[in-house]
């Protein structure tokens, strides 16, 4: 949503750029009695007084900008992924979150018999919530549970915090499409 | 250009469109009183307005146009050219030097020393821990009390309470060397490379 937020700015700006140069052109071009440079000033008189407010077109147009507004503006109030986790170690210090998942991912598939990994770690009131996702067998769930603790205490989290650690059978998770994404 | 205000730009315009949307779908199917839905997009009202004001309205639409063009640069360069935190200039010895406010108007020579090359220094010391991949260091503010951004890479098994040890002594040499004193220290870690070696 970052990304997307910077580039719909990015493509606005533009848009914004080129249409008001465009506007005052056209102005300049109105003033002086000469046809438009890219707008076809008889043809958008004729258009716009003669289509009405309850024209199909209209009423899509309209019906398209609220979705959009609507899909906005839900994009924009869910919560966000945190870029960064914050240290219960010190004042001010942070771990990058990917780096993280990435790196608990790792530890999970370290220990013996487990394997596809995915780690997942959100904020949680001032620690951390991690919930792992592995392949092996239910009876590994404790050791990767123990495993990933002990990471996560050398990573500076809380041992309150809590872990989830969830193993699918080889077989369920070759039914569901193989390995579980990372 | 910061992410939370980039979202905060972006709930103004959803908030915008949606009530553009509701308000032109209500008036569309004509419930809206004072709007006609059979009226025209430019409505004889405004096509009135707009010949009782000639010759101004078109040098409104100009500086409308303006407006607009203007608004779009100051977005572009705002988003290219992103300064959340403006970077420290140089570095006037004598704000750390003086001791008197009298002092510092002394106009005998000045030294000045880079706020980067400051920065480079810091990150020469952060990197000298083998845990520490790579230091990145950025000083914002002003002097005396500028704010330190540091972003670091660290090795998958590197040790958290080691490293925040070595990060704060480099940090205080860097403060008493400087002569400056902290307004803000953010630390930002990054874990590198797989974790440990699958064993099967």
């Not at chain 1, 309209?62 to 914050?86: C, E, M, N």
Request: hydrophobic share 45%; no cysteine.
């Amino acid at each position: 949503m970052r990304l997307l937020n910077r580039l719909a700015v990015l493509l606005v700006a533009l848009a914004l750029l080129v249409g008001g140069v465009l506007v005052v052109i056209e102005v300049f071009a109105v003033a002086l009695h000469r046809p438009g440079l890219v707008v076809d000033h008889d043809g958008w008189y004729r258009t716009l007084t003669t289509t009405r407010l309850r024209d199909p077109w209209v009423r899509t147009g309209i019906v398209t900008t609220g979705v959009l507004g609507l899909l906005t503006l839900i994009g924009q109030l869910v919560r966000w992924k945190p870029q960064r986790l914050p240290i219960r170690l010190a004042e001010g210090w942070h771990l990058q979150r990917r780096s993280v998942e990435r790196h608990l991912a790792g530890t999970a598939d370290s220990v013996p018999g487990v394997g596809g990994a995915n780690a997942v770690v959100r904020r949680r009131g001032g620690g951390w919530r991690t919930r792992i996702r592995a392949v092996g067998e239910a009876s590994l769930g404790p050791a990767v549970e123990q495993t990933i603790r002990r990471e996560l205490a050398r990573l500076g989290a809380s041992p309150d915090d809590p872990v989830d650690v969830e193993m699918v059978g080889p077989r369920s998770a070759r039914r569901t499409g193989g390995r579980p994404r990372r | 250009m910061t992410d939370s205000r980039l979202r905060v730009l972006w709930t103004v315009v959803g908030l915008a469109l949606t009530a553009v949307g509701a308000v032109g779908l209500v008036a569309s199917l004509g419930h809206l009183a004072g709007v006609d839905e059979n009226a025209p997009l430019i409505w004889s009202g405004l096509l009135r307005l707009w010949r009782g004001v000639a010759p101004w309205g078109l040098a409104v639409l100009g500086v409308l146009g303006l407006l607009l063009a203007w608004l779009g640069a100051h977005l572009l360069r705002r988003l290219l050219w992103p300064s959340p935190h403006p970077v420290m200039g140089d570095l006037d010895l004598r704000i750390v030097t003086a001791t008197t406010a009298d002092e510092t108007r002394l106009p005998p020579g000045t030294t000045r020393v880079r706020g980067g090359r400051l920065a480079r220094g810091l990150e020469r010391d952060l990197a000298r821990d083998p845990q520490v991949r790579r230091a990145s260091v950025t000083l914002t503010g002003t002097a005396p009390n500028p704010e330190l951004w540091i972003e670091l890479r660290l090795g998958p098994r590197a040790t958290l309470t080691t490293v925040r040890d070595h990060v704060s002594a480099a940090v205080g040499r860097f403060w008493v060397t400087a002569g400056l004193t902290p307004g803000r220290l953010d630390v930002t870690a990054r874990l590198d490379g797989a974790g440990a070696a699958r064993v099967r």
